[in-house]
Each structure stands twice: as C-alpha cells, then as structure tokens.
C-alpha cells in the first residue's frame, strides 16, 4: 500500500496562512500567502458566489502566477479584506512589476455569515493586512477563526436548526508530493465523514437532539418553488501543492477537488452556494496529473470533515462536538 502521511500545512515551502477575526461579530478572513508567486487556478460551482479576481485566473489570460488567497466572511462585503493584502505585499515590494512599481495579485472568495452575528462587522482591509501579519507565526489554527469564525451548515429551514461549523486544514504528502487544503465549510447542506457516510453537522432534527438530513427536508418540499433559504451560502477553499503545474492544469485540478466537496457536503454546489476552489502550486516537483487530483480530493474532503469537528458552539448554534 501507497503510504500518504499527513504533514502540517507549514511543512509546504513558501506558503504562509494566517488568520484575523472579530469574534463578537461573528466574521474574519483567512489568508494564503504565496509570497514569492505561485501558479493558481479556480473553479466556481456554486450559484451565488462573491468572488475577486478570478477571470484573471483563466487559462487564456496573461498573469501566470499570484501572490495571495483571501478568504473571508462577510458576504460580497467580506472581498475588501484584499486589498489590506494588496497593502501588505506591496510594502514589501512584491507583486506583478509593471515598471513603476508592483501590483499584488491577490485573489478572493467571500462566505455569506451576516445572519449569524453583527451583519454590520464585516472584514475590512484592516482585517485583511492583520491576517497577512499573523501569517508564517506557526500551525494556524483550525475552527472558529478567520474565514470560519461565522460559518455555519444546515440552514434549508433556516438559522434555529442550524449547527455551528468552522474553519478546516488539511495536508498530507506521498513520495516527495505535498497537497494541503484550507477551506471555511458554509453549506446549505450537512457535513459528511468520508469514511463512515455519516452526518458530523448540519441540519438538526427538530428536537435539535440530533442531526437530521437536508436532503430529505428538501425531498419533503420538493413541490415548494418559492421556498425562501438562504441567499449567499457558500464553502470557499484553497488547495495547495508543491507541485508543478501550469495556469491550465491548476484549473484542472481545482475542478477536480470539487469532487472533495461532493464527498464531504450533501447536498453541495446548490442555488444558495457559492462554492468556490482555489489552487496554489509553488512549482517544487513533478506529479502525476491524474495521481494528484485524486489526492486534492481526499485532502479537501478531510479538511471539510475537520471544518466542522473542530468548531465550538457559539452564538447560540450547536456544532459537532456536542453530538460526538
């Protein structure tokens, strides 16, 4: 059996996350910084994203690698938190040159979490350039913080049977290949462990002593077409690698990890998402196309999982550890 050893994300070279949040908002954002550049790509499945500078990332178009992913809650509101790392890198001197000085690529994705505490306290580009600081200063934390702090799942009957969920990393390396994922778990829908099929979060049943299934809600209510739920949902991610890969193939392979998402959220990409992957690939050593892509999978998949266990209760929501 092929040995896949689970590493810290610290161990990937040149590729530093950090976290800022306001806890008693209810909001924050996480950053990915590749400072040095990496290739990137991006996959958007959802139906209601809020999103920054992702055409950038077509294959076709000119910049060929990033500097940084801002992740972050706050709805549409939340995408200011890149320009404090726009900020950040250019005080030091990092970015696209264009001959008088440099532009940071900094790319983006925003959660929707304004229903869960003060819909006024958004991140902001203060809150931004704080994560870019706390960047590189160890193992970054995991659950309520950052782009997690205000994330939640199982909201198709909306905020009083839903469940607190968070913010989750995971890495693993096999050979000499590194695959990393951070990713804030949002969902419409519930939060399934890969190896066992069942619900960690979600949707609780209606004596809330439980998790229940939103997709049988949903089955109950099939013929309700003008069911109200949430407008902006969302799981936003980044999937890091040391390989080396072209624009093309990080595309690819953000598409491909979406299969990661579909493992470990039911139901997932609805109307009500915005489900986004981003890819970072610092370009260290050569990889299997396919071979990785099955390794993004798993890794998002188990950093979902994580997500949602290592979230606390807070603001009134339960999460997974009071079910465990």
Do not use: W
């Not at 500078?53 to 500097?67: F, K, P």
């Not at 203060?126 to 970054?140: D, E, I, L, R, V």
């Not at 995991?142 to 969920?165: I, L």
């Not at 069911?227 to 690819?252: E, P, W």
């Amino acid at each position: 059996m092929t040995e896949v050893k689970e590493i810290k994300i610290t161990d990937i070279k040149g590729i530093k996350v950090g976290h800022a949040q306001d806890l008693e908002g209810a909001t924050g954002c996480t950053v990915i910084l590749a400072e040095e550049g990496a290739a990137a790509g991006v996959d958007v499945r959802g139906g209601g994203p809020a999103s920054r500078e992702t055409e950038l990332l077509r294959s076709v178009n000119m910049v060929q690698q990033i500097h940084a992913v801002m992740l972050s809650g706050g709805s549409a509101y939340g995408l200011d938190a890149g320009s404090g790392a726009m900020q950040f890198l250019e005080e030091k001197g990092l970015g696209f040159d264009v001959g008088v000085g440099v532009v940071p690529i900094v790319c983006g994705a925003s959660l929707f979490d304004l229903v869960v505490g003060d819909p006024k306290c958004r991140p902001d580009k203060a809150m931004g350039y704080a994560a870019c600081k706390a960047a590189g200063n160890g193992q970054p934390e995991e659950g309520n913080v950052g782009a997690g702090t205000g994330a939640s799942v199982g909201k198709f009957n909306g905020v009083a049977d839903m469940m607190k969920s968070g913010l989750g990393i995971y890495a693993a390396q096999i050979g000499q290949v590194q695959c990393a994922a951070v990713v804030a778990v949002n969902a419409l829908g519930d939060v399934i462990d890969i190896d066992t099929g069942k619900a960690i979060a979600g949707l609780m049943t209606p004596d809330h002593k439980g998790i229940g299934s939103s997709v049988e809600a949903m089955y109950q209510q099939i013929g309700d077409a003008g069911k109200n739920v949430f407008s902006g949902n969302t799981t936003i991610g980044c999937l890091i690698t040391n390989a080396r890969l072209t624009k093309a193939q990080c595309n690819k392979l953000a598409s491909i990890t979406h299969n990661g998402y579909a493992l470990a959220i039911h139901p997932v990409h609805t109307s009500a998402d915005g489900d986004t992957i981003f890819v970072l690939a610092t370009g260290e050593v050569e990889v299997g196309p396919d071979a990785l892509g099955a390794m993004a999978t798993e890794v998002m998949a188990r950093a979902i999982g994580r997500a949602a266990r290592k979230a606390k209760p807070a603001y009134g929501l339960k999460a997974a550890c009071d079910f465990e």
